[in-house]
């Protein structure tokens, strides 16, 4: 069954990466129950969910029982709200059948929380248009942003290509991924009328020139620097575990929750939001935890 690392595992981040005692975990501990985070946010990402057979490291029918154990875990704590980063399915060479696959782990991920919201992946519009992925999920926008209990959230869209034109069809390289010049303007705008410590969700990574990577996320991290209040990213795509501070900005990149058999493998997360301007991660499984201060 899933559970928490150890509090010798984890990891604090604060310019620099310390090991945080037990005695402090367990002052943490008993502080958190005189005192409850303000927001507590299931994350999930790269599912890959499809009936089909495994392919190298990835077990897409494993994704149903992974997301089960999940969904337990996460009840045993209210959320405010749950997460998707991204490849919530896997690709597919039919239209019928992508949707297909995203009606039946979408009917899983909506059970565990009334309040969801979906990054689009580059797997999610493969076959699929933006249009069909978001209404079959239910959300209106790729992109947007919403405040809650003090922080102010952002999901980011980096399914376009260099040109502007967004993924869809097989008319695209996943390497080849993008923020929009309107998204772009959005983002400053978003970011210049917000006050308040910030999140971001996205799916490509804003914090690498790799193959992983948005191309133009120098574009993206100049705008979190200039307006000062981002402090975390949460991130996917790249299936590993990964952190980096750049101008004083997390990066996290989530474990993938395809990679390997159920038996031996899951990966998924808690991250909880405090008024004193502690961050924190609780990962399961293959995730990784972090524990940080946000900057003032």
């Given amino acids: ?45 790269d599912l890959h969910y499809a009936d089909k057979p495994t392919a190298g490291t990835r077990h897409y029918r494993d994704t149903l029982a992974k997301l089960e154990q999940a969904s337990k875990e996460f009840a045993a704590k209210p959320l405010d709200f749950v997460v998707e980063l991204g490849d919530l399915i896997d690709a597919a060479e039919s239209v019928e ?28 519009v493969d076959t699929l248009t933006k249009a069909e992925f978001l209404g079959k999920v239910g959300q209106e926008k790729s992109y947007y942003s919403f405040d809650h209990g003090g922080f102010h ?10 040109d502007g034109t967004p993924y869809e069809r097989k008319n695209f390289q996943w390497t080849d991924a993008n923020v929009s010049a309107a998204e772009l303007e959005w983002l400053a705008e978003d970011l210049a009328g ?12 804003l914090d690498t020139a790799d193959n992983h990577g948005v191309k133009n996320n120098e574009q993206v991290r100049d705008l979190f620097s200039e ?6 990213v ?21 474990v993938a929750m395809v990679e390997g058999p159920i ?3 899951n990966g998924f997360s808690i991250l909880e939001l405090h008024a004193d301007s502690s961050l924190r991660l609780h990962g399961f499984r293959d995730q990784a935890d972090y524990d940080w201060e946000l900057k003032d």
Avoid at 5 to 19: C, I, K, M, N, W
Avoid at 97 to 123: K, P, W
């Fill in 1 to 45: 069954m899933p559970s928490h690392h150890s509090p010798s595992r984890r990891a604090f981040l604060q310019g620099g990466v310390l090991t945080l005692t037990t005695a402090t975990m367990l002052s943490r501990s008993m502080a958190d129950e005189l005192e409850p985070p303000r927001s507590r946010i299931g994350l999930i990402t």
């Fill in 97 to 124: 059948t992508e949707l297909g696959y995203l009606e039946t782990i979408n009917e899983r991920f909506a059970a565990i929380s009334e309040h969801r919201h979906y990054v689009l992946g580059n797997h999610c």
């Fill in 153 to 162: 959230f952002i999901v980011l869209d980096a399914c376009f290509r260099s």
């Fill in 194 to 205: 917000n006050q308040l410590p910030t999140i971001v969700f996205a799916h490509q990574r």
């Fill in 227 to 232: 307006h000062g209040n981002v402090a975390a």
């Fill in 234 to 254: 949460f991130q996917g795509h790249s299936h590993q575990n990964d952190h980096r501070e750049i101008n004083g900005i997390h990066y996290v990149t989530l």
């Fill in 263 to 265: 038996q031996e493998h």
